[in-house]
């Protein structure tokens, strides 16, 4: 299992930006996907769920509204579409999936929202 993300980067308060997580190595179309972010000093924190036909979405209070996950299963691919950036939204984002019993973690993107 492998998963890949790429998208982050500088952002000024307000603007937006996507991430995508490629994922190989197992069918992906059968495993609900997650991304999580890591604030500096802080622990990881669930941020969004889609399960695996992206029919069904949840998230943290904190980005309801402003955050979207989507997934195209044919391209085995994850996205976050992040709005409305503040710079508490400063983290490196994680993409993560369970397989066979196993958690697998991307690499992380780090996104720094900063004016």
């Known amino acids: 299992v492998q998963l890949v993300e790429s998208g982050g980067g500088l952002v000024q308060p307000g603007g937006s930006l996507r991430f995508s997580c490629a994922a190989s190595g197992f069918t992906f179309s059968g495993y609900a996907m997650r991304w999580y972010r890591q604030a500096p000093g802080k622990g990881r924190e669930l941020v969004a769920t889609?399960?695996?036909?992206?029919?069904?979405?949840n998230y943290a209070d904190s980005v309801k509204g402003r955050f979207t996950i989507s997934r195209d299963n044919a391209k085995n691919t994850v996205y976050l579409q992040m709005n409305a950036l503040k710079p508490e939204d400063t983290a490196e984002y994680y993409c993560?999936?369970?397989?066979?019993?196993?958690?697998?973690w991307g690499q992380g993107t780090l996104v720094t929202v900063s004016s």
């Open positions: 889609v399960d695996n036909a992206g029919d069904s979405t």
């Open positions: 993560r999936t369970f397989v066979g019993g196993y958690s697998y």
